[in-house]
């Protein structure tokens, strides 16, 4: 039995790594694949044979010849699976259905109400069923990235304020509801997979993203490998105090970081510059100050209104301030902003970066990239499919 279970796991390893080197190489042929991996070339064909007759894998012509018989290109047919991510760090609920390229098929989403973590729970619910509809090829699993403290390994939010969930088993719930695998992750820390998998930093050993949004918290890879943290906290900088005084964090506590950085910040202290101010362009986009979103702000201060362009240049200001301590921490040296508040571009960049390289080391300050990321709002999303892709078929 012992000799038949290495024999299955040797089976599979070999599987995993023809099909991830195929993944990685967009197209190439067997023989190449068995000079990348050391297989013999038996095993390579028989391998390739296997994934080709599960849909996985296609030919796809002919590659340049050196001398003899042209050789055979493999390829991984993107849409032959389809993953489901699923984001629950904003004011709506938002998900998609991915192929195994990243590329979204089809998106939905519910906005938040109010109401208790039932509440919250039925709408992830509601959100997967409506998702479900749109699946045309076989689903490889459920993909989750939710605010607070998570337990990747259990599928457990320790805590999440904003949903009002405490040791919620949302893994055990899904894969009971769904007969799927799932996988949960923090936010950020599923953003930071996003990054390494499908951003501009792709496969950088070591990046940081700093995520601000609702919330404010870092996703860290380290060795190309996701930084938890022993608690499973690794990142949560939005709830260290940088005020003084401050106001009341949703942690319990005062002055926050993200309590002068977070979207809700900044739309609190536009309708406050509103209703202060009658000549602010925010009376251009928003009807009343209580209409007032993020989406109102940066219309107003791309318009160039010069209140809520130091309220950003605040944020810049903190937000430094976190840069500082990450890198003199980790040093990293690629940071990127993501979140919905990185929408205010380069204007925010120019106050981190002023105030990274006042209170970081000097020569690791100016060895750090500061940069946004150029996934958008998908980016959450696009991190717990790559969390499939990563359990399911190891090819991350």
């Given at each position: 039995m012992l000799q038949k279970a290495t024999h299955e796991q040797t089976k599979i390893h070999n599987k995993n790594l023809v099909l991830k080197i195929i993944y990685d190489h967009h197209e190439v042929s067997r023989a190449d694949i068995a000079r990348i991996t050391y297989l013999t070339p038996p095993t390579v064909s028989t391998t390739v044979a296997e994934l080709i007759e599960e849909g996985l894998v296609e030919e796809t012509g002919y590659g340049p010849s050196a001398g003899g018989k042209p050789p055979t290109l493999l390829r991984v047919v993107d849409d032959s699976r389809h993953l489901i991510g699923i984001d629950l760090a904003n004011s709506e609920f938002r998900g998609a259905v991915i192929n195994l390229r990243g590329q979204m098929i089809h998106q939905a989403n519910v906005p938040v109400t109010p109401g208790n973590g039932q509440t919250a729970l039925e709408l992830v619910y509601q959100l997967i069923d409506r998702l479900m509809t749109a699946i045309s090829r076989p689903l490889l699993g459920i993909g989750v990235g939710t605010p607070g403290l998570v337990d990747a390994?259990?599928?457990?939010?320790?805590?999440?304020?904003?949903?009002?969930?405490?040791?919620?088993s949302l893994r055990g719930l899904l894969e009971t509801r769904y007969n799927l695998p799932v996988f949960v992750a923090n936010d950020s820390h599923v953003a930071a997979v996003a990054e390494y998998v499908f951003g501009q930093e792709r496969?950088?050993?070591?990046?940081?993203?700093?995520?601000?949004?609702?919330?404010?918290?870092?996703?860290?890879?380290?060795?190309?490998?996701?930084?938890?943290?022993?608690?499973?906290?690794?990142?949560?900088?939005?709830?260290?105090?940088?005020?003084?005084?401050?106001?009341?964090?949703?942690?319990?506590?005062?002055?926050?970081l993200e309590t002068v950085t977070s979207s809700r910040f900044i739309v609190e202290r536009a309708k406050a510059i509103a209703q202060e101010n009658p000549h602010s362009l925010l009376h251009q986009f928003a009807p009343t100050p209580e209409a007032i979103t993020t989406d109102v702000v940066i219309q107003a201060f791309e318009a160039g209104d010069e209140e809520v362009r130091q309220v950003i240049a605040e944020v810049g200001h903190y937000l430094?301030?976190?840069?500082?301590?990450?890198?003199?921490t980790l040093n990293i040296q690629s940071i990127l902003i993501g979140g919905r508040v990185a929408r205010f571009g380069e204007p925010l960049l120019e106050p981190i970066r002023q105030e990274?390289?006042?209170?970081?080391?000097?020569?690791?300050?100016?060895?750090?990239?500061?940069?946004?990321?150029?996934?958008?709002?998908?980016?959450?999303i696009l991190g717990a499919a790559a969390l499939i892709l990563t359990h399911e078929l190891s090819l991350i």
């Open positions: 390994q259990r599928g457990v939010v320790r805590k999440a304020v904003n949903l009002d969930w405490q040791d919620l496969k950088t050993p070591n990046l940081i993203i700093l995520k601000v949004g609702r919330g404010v918290s870092a996703g860290i890879v380290l060795n190309g490998r996701l930084h938890y943290g022993d608690g499973s906290g690794a990142g949560e900088i939005g709830h260290v105090r940088v005020v003084e005084q401050g106001a009341l964090c949703s942690c319990g506590h005062y002055g926050c430094g301030i976190a840069v500082a301590n990450l890198i003199g990274m390289k006042q209170r970081a080391m000097g020569m690791l300050a100016d060895e750090t990239q500061v940069s946004l990321s150029r996934l958008g709002q998908e980016i959450v």
